[in-house]
């Protein structure tokens, strides 16, 4: 794949893909001549990429279109490059949706046959203890808490951060999924996370990209479920919640976290990337500084309550963060930078709540992971969910039993 053209899901372009995380192709060999490029460039895009005016407002569809519009099969090149595609996807387990008819001619024809047993998705392995660095591709880990700087007990009067404590809400792993329409509320697949998705209570960040849906899983202690369940709705309201005296300052401000409305969650949850390994470039964009999410990008929350699974299977409940990235002008250009170094990277992606009073200090991350590596050509289709669609249709019975706010 290294040395293989730039593959983005809808289109291809030799080291161009705009926004899209994929891998560009490696530099060649030294004293091999590369061979002249025939095709030249149309002139109108060569122009939207560098002399777009920042004035232009487009629309996620557009952007989503832009991103992964329809795949030119004229060339040579764009044929064995869709060649390409079709042999990384060797793991997937669904047909792809847009290779259906208008009329929805497979899946009726699969529903004919009756239904078929969900399959669990491949979820992305552990990085082995002990291994370098930088040895595994499409591995996570948990990262040492200690590597992300808090605000301290002072930082109200002094601004000094301090090593964070143990992690609110433990790591359970990471999925990647390759589709043209990401959709909300991902938590309903049943196939997710290997199908144990909802064994334990689950907080789910949905990164929605251009191509796909990237996923972190995290697990919620039963000692945040009362608040959570408060905030969300669900069950007896009137009842006491437990007291936080003997909490942490973190844990106050996880308890207020859950408790608040969406406005007030994105003013308070903020991400903190750090770059552990990885060129200089993108090192210089992704800062390492603590940024507020809501402020830079549409955030939908869903929360499903606990409930009943066939057999009797006891489901327990998730909430779900989608951060719509591509809405997002300042992650569009993080992107259009990291994707050519996906390979090679090793980041921590942390979230914290942050600390506005005394009593919420010092702060504690909420969650945090380590991805090591990453290859979007080697990954899955996102699975159908049970409505039979790639998308996610939530009807009004449904919603009644799931709170989505945005």
């Not at 291809?12 to 994929?22: A, F, R, S, Y």
């Amino acid at each position: 794949y290294r040395s293989a053209p730039t593959v983005r899901i809808g289109r291809v372009e030799e080291g161009v893909v705009g926004n899209d995380m994929l891998p560009a192709p490696s530099p060649p060999k030294r004293g091999v001549v590369p061979s002249p490029q025939k095709e030249n460039v149309p002139q109108d895009r060569e122009e939207g990429r560098a002399g777009a005016s920042p004035e232009r407002r487009l629309s996620r569809r557009s952007m989503m279109e832009k991103s992964t519009g329809m795949l030119d099969l004229k060339g040579d090149r764009n044929r064995r490059s869709l060649h390409l595609i079709q042999a990384s996807m060797r793991n997937m387990k669904t047909d792809v949706p847009a290779m259906e008819d208008e009329e929805g001619g497979g899946r009726a024809a699969a529903a004919e046959e009756g239904k078929t047993p969900i399959a669990a998705a491949t979820t992305f392995a552990r990085f082995p203890d002990g291994a370098k660095i930088g040895s595994h591709l499409n591995c996570w880990s948990s990262p040492p808490s200690t590597n992300f700087q808090v605000r301290g007990p002072n930082y109200l009067k002094d601004k000094k951060k301090v090593p964070s404590d143990d992690y609110l809400f433990p790591c359970r792993g990471c999925d990647l999924f390759l589709t043209d329409n990401p959709p909300t509320n991902v938590g309903r697949n049943p196939s997710i996370l290997e199908g144990r998705l909802r064994d334990v209570p689950t907080f789910v960040v949905n990164y929605r990209l251009p191509w796909g849906v990237f996923l972190s899983y995290h697990e919620i202690p039963d000692r945040f479920l009362p608040f959570l369940r408060r905030g969300e709705g669900y069950g007896d309201t009137s009842a006491p919640l437990p007291p936080t005296s003997g909490m942490t300052a973190g844990e106050r401000a996880m308890c207020n976290f859950l408790l608040a409305d969406a406005d007030e969650k994105n003013e308070a949850w903020k991400i903190v990337p750090i770059v552990v390994e990885g060129p200089w470039v993108v090192k210089r964009v992704t800062g390492g500084k603590p940024a507020i999410v809501g402020t830079k990008m549409p955030i939908t929350y869903v929360y499903q309550p606990p409930g009943t699974g066939e057999g009797g299977r006891r489901l327990c409940e998730y909430l779900e963060a989608d951060l719509d990235i591509v809405s997002s002008a300042a992650a569009r250009n993080i992107l259009a930078v990291v994707r050519s170094y996906t390979q090679v990277l090793t980041i921590d992606l942390g979230f914290v709540v942050q600390g506005n009073s005394g009593e919420e200090l010092p702060e504690r991350m909420m969650l945090g992971l380590r991805l090591h590596g990453l290859d979007p050509l080697t990954a899955e289709l996102l699975p159908e969910f049970e409505d039979g669609d790639g998308a996610v249709v939530i009807s009004e019975s449904e919603y009644d039993s799931g709170n989505e706010t945005e």
